[in-house]
């Protein structure tokens, strides 16, 4: 057999065997973006600028979460969701409408001992979407961050469903804001 028809039949042999593992695990780009890319980036703010309303889809499920605040923040029509015990972790659930791969929020935090973690909620665990640690001023009060949406259980997929979304605030200096109930943007 001649070189160029074996290096033909191991090319398309080799694209079969990839289609054939798409088919099998349709997710697979998905994954390894989440698992193996998303983790190592540093997770940047956007811009500063709070937004007057949002169209995400969403409720922040109270009775689902635990050691939880809100209360009006110095900027009018804002409030912060902070801990209440600011010696144990707040942890806030938001159920959301998952119709697009990227929505963003509006966190605070100051100090080397305040983290806010933000987790894709399953059954039966849960995947890691930002975390962000604290300095030593305040980051700032209008900074949006992302959540990539893709990394949620079934982030790949085109159609819209429903999606839970964990906040997680530890310290004392760790804040969420929200407007008319809106944390996702």
């Not at 190592?40 to 050691?67: A, G, W």
């Not at 605070?108 to 890691?128: C, E, H, M, Q, Y």
């Not at 700032?140 to 469903?161: M, N, T, W």
Request: proline share 5%; net charge positive; with cysteine.
């Amino acid at each position: 057999m001649n070189r160029k028809l074996a290096n033909g039949i191991l090319v398309l042999s080799i694209a079969v065997s990839v289609s054939a593992g798409l088919s099998v695990y349709p997710d697979v780009f998905n994954s390894v973006h989440c698992n193996c890319i998303k983790p190592f980036q540093q997770d940047k703010e956007l811009r500063q600028k709070f937004l007057s309303c949002s169209n995400v889809d969403q409720t922040i499920l109270y009775d689902r979460s635990r050691n939880v605040k809100s209360e009006p923040a110095e900027v009018e029509g804002w409030e912060i969701i902070s801990p209440l015990d600011p010696e144990l972790p707040g942890m806030l659930v938001v159920a959301v409408r998952k119709d697009r791969d990227t929505m963003f929020f509006y966190p605070r935090l100051s100090g080397s001992d305040s983290r806010i973690t933000v987790f894709s909620i399953n059954d039966p665990g849960r995947s890691k979407l930002l975390t962000m640690q604290g300095g030593e001023k305040w980051s700032p009060i209008s900074a949006q961050y992302a959540l990539d949406l893709r990394c949620v259980e079934h982030g790949y997929v085109k159609e819209e469903f429903s999606a839970y979304i964990l906040i997680e605030l530890k310290g004392r200096w760790t804040q969420v804001w929200h407007k008319n109930g809106k944390m996702l943007f």
